[in-house]
């Protein structure tokens, strides 16, 4: 059976940034890259907000930089998934998705969250183009114009008010007629006057064209049963995200919504000898540049906790 000291699972910020310290600790790390090779930033246009790159980069270059870094000290990526684990003790037993058993000493999960979407085509056909998942991340490109965010949590408020501070205007549309987010968040989305709260609506097709990408949406007001037009240039889907951690319930302690308990600051897990880093842990900030902080974290937790665990 194949052995590594260091199984690092997931190509995002965190997976690739665990490489780099990993491999630069002398570990020989192997990191299994999954389904989206370098995660979910590979799927957005322009990022704007990594430090080291002023004029910007493009999501798949900045993942492609991060990967050859990752190689350039000896990371071993190789294409593939890890679908089961056995974290009962240590050398844990992983089997990939060619059904190769590895044998690992320590464990990085870095396999990070994926944003729910509403399931219409018409989302599909505009993502990148006037439908993102993220504003602060694309937020910027929509200065000045109209825009609508869909979902009543709190990520849905947290998203309306931050392009308050840029759009001209904000709708916040929600499917029921009370919010699911905090009490103060509420209050925040409620007194913001850039903010126009669409109650019981849901998107019934977002309108554009090829050219201009996303000019409107038609709404379907639920208590009417009648269709509404908006004009605006940007949808922000916010209704909530879904942690890649099925490969571990009853292996690892998860939190309700999925999402891996890690012992802050550090990246441990309730298994000694398992680590996490990025959006798998984190349904807060879900920045890129805290993933791969918190890659760095995990490539150092591992390779203290080796040291400790000969
Ligand atoms: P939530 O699950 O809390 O909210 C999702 C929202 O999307 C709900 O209003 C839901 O409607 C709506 N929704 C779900 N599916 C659909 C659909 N198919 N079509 C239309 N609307 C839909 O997710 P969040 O991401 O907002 O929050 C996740 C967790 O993270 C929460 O615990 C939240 O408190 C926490 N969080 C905390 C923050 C903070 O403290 N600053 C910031 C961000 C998140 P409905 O209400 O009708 O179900």
């Known amino acids: 059976m194949e052995h590594t000291r260091c199984l690092i699972i997931g190509s995002g910020p965190a997976g690739y940034t665990a490489g780099i310290y990993t491999a630069r600790a002398d570990l020989h790390p192997l990191l299994y890259e999954g389904m989206q090779v370098g995660g979910q930033l590979t799927i957005t246009t322009e990022i704007e907000n990594f430090p080291g790159y002023p004029e910007g980069i493009s999501g798949p270059n900045m993942m492609l ?24 003790k240590r ?17 990085i999960v870095a396999t990070g969250a994926s944003a729910n979407w509403m399931g219409i085509p018409s989302e599909k056909r ?3 183009q006037g439908v993102s998942a993220c504003a602060t991340c694309d937020g910027f490109f929509y200065k000045g114009l109209d825009v609508c965010v869909i979902g009543g949590g709190d990520t849905g408020c947290e998203e309306a008010m931050y392009l308050s501070t840029l759009c001209n205007k904000v709708y916040l549309i929600h499917r029921r007629d009370q919010m699911r987010a905090s009490k103060a968040m509420q209050a925040k989305v409620m007194n913001n006057p850039k903010i126009e709260i669409v109650w019981s609506h849901k998107i019934h097709e977002i309108i554009g064209n090829d050219l201009d990408g996303v000019t409107g949406v038609d709404l379907e007001n639920l208590k009417t049963d009648t269709i509404e037009h908006l004009d605006l240039s940007g949808v922000f889907v916010a209704i909530g995200h879904k942690p890649n951690t099925d490969f571990l319930k009853g292996q690892l302690e998860l939190d309700e919504q999925g999402y891996i308990k890690v012992q802050n600051p550090s990246s441990a897990t309730s298994v000694p000898g398992v680590f996490a880093a990025g959006d798998v842990c984190d349904p807060h900030y879900r920045q890129a540049i805290v993933a791969a902080g918190k890659g760095c974290v995990a490539g150092m937790d591992v390779e203290r906790f080796l040291q400790d665990n000969q």
């Open 91 to 107: 050398p844990f037993i992983c089997v990939d998705d060619f059904n190769n058993e590895i044998e690992a000493e320590t464990i």
């Open 126 to 128: 505009f993502y990148g």
């Open 65 to 88: 930089d991060l990967r050859k870094q990752a190689r350039r000290f000896g990371t071993e990526c190789r294409t593939g998934s890890i679908i089961s684990v056995d974290l009962s």
